[in-house]
T-cell receptor, first 111, second 112 residues
Framework: DVKVTQSSRYLVKRTGEKVFLECVQDMDHENMFWYRQDPGLGLRLIYFSYDVKMKEKGDIPEGYSVSREKKERFSLILESASTNQTSMYLC??????????FGPGTRLTVL | SQKIEQNSEALNIQEGKTATLTCNYTNYSPAYLQWYRQDPGRGPVFLLLIRENEKEKRKERLKVTFDTTLKQSLFHITASQPADSATYLCALDEDSSYKLIFGSGTRLLVRP
C-alpha cells in the first residue's frame, strides 16, 4: 500500500522555536512537496523537490527551508516559528506528471 | 495572475441525487486537471485526472468533464451517498510542470 507518512499529527511550539516537520514516502517518488492549508485559502505550495538535494521555492517560501538528503525523506524547517505559521502542513509525493499522494497532515500551533 | 475558482458555498443534496461541482480557471492553459477528495483533518486523496485532449473521464460513480474553451471542469457524483460528504478540490498543473495549483475546494453534504 502506498504510504506517505508525517512525523506528527499535532504539534504545539512556542514563538521563536526551530521546528522540524518530517515526511517519509515509500513509493520511490522523485518529486516531493510541502503545502500549508488554511481555511478559505486552500493548499499553498511552500517548497518542492524533484531530486535528492534539489529544491525549488513554491508560492510562499518565506520563513521556511527544506532538506532532502535521501530520496524518501523531505523535511520542512521553520527556522524561527511565528504565530502566523499556525496551520495544517501537508506533504505529498509523486512521479512525473501523475497524481500526488498526500500524508495525513501535521496540525501545527505556534503560541 | 493564475486563478482557480471553486464554489465556496457548501453543496447540500439529497441522497441518490447527482452532485455537480464546478471548477473554473483563468489565465491558464493546463495540460491536465485533477480532482481530489479531502475529509476533515486528513490529507487529500486523488480521484481522477483528465488531460486537455480528453473531454470526459469516468470512474465508477464519478465523472469529470474538461472544457478548455470555457476554461471549466465539472465533477459529477451520481447516486450520491452520505459517505460522499467531503470537500472536493480541483487542481491544475502550472505551465506543464510538476507543480499543481489547487482550488480552495467545495464542501459537499449528502443528506440521508
Amino acid at each position: 500500500d502506498v504510504k506517505v507518512t508525517q512525523s506528527s499529527r499535532y504539534l504545539v511550539k512556542r514563538t521563536g522555536e526551530k521546528v522540524f516537520l518530517e515526511c517519509v514516502q515509500d513509493m520511490d517518488h522523485e518529486n516531493m512537496f510541502w503545502y500549508r492549508q488554511d481555511p478559505g485559502l486552500g493548499l499553498r505550495l511552500i517548497y518542492f523537490s524533484y531530486d535528492v538535494k534539489m529544491k525549488e521555492k513554491g508560492d510562499i517560501p518565506e520563513g521556511y527551508s527544506v532538506s532532502r538528503e535521501k530520496k524518501e525523506r523531505f523535511s520542512l524547517i521553520l527556522e524561527s516559528a511565528s504565530t502566523n505559521q499556525t496551520s495544517m502542513y501537508l506533504c505529498a509525493g509523486n512521479s512525473g506528471y501523475s497524481e500526488q499522494f498526500f500524508g495525513p497532515g501535521t496540525r501545527l500551533t505556534v503560541l | 495572475s493564475q486563478k482557480i475558482e471553486q464554489n465556496s458555498e457548501a453543496l447540500n443534496i439529497q441522497e441518490g441525487k447527482t452532485a455537480t461541482l464546478t471548477c473554473n480557471y483563468t489565465n491558464y492553459s493546463p495540460a491536465y486537471l485533477q480532482w481530489y477528495r479531502q475529509d476533515p483533518g486528513r490529507g487529500p486523496v486523488f480521484l481522477l485526472l483528465i488531460r486537455e485532449n480528453e473531454k470526459e473521464k469516468r470512474k465508477e460513480r464519478l465523472k469529470v468533464t474538461f472544457d478548455t474553451t470555457l476554461k471549466q471542469s465539472l465533477f459529477h457524483i451520481t447516486a450520491s451517498q452520505p459517505a460522499d460528504s467531503a470537500t472536493y478540490l480541483c487542481a491544475l498543473d502550472e505551465d506543464s510542470s510538476y507543480k499543481l495549483i489547487f482550488g480552495s475546494g467545495t464542501r459537499l453534504l449528502v443528506r440521508p
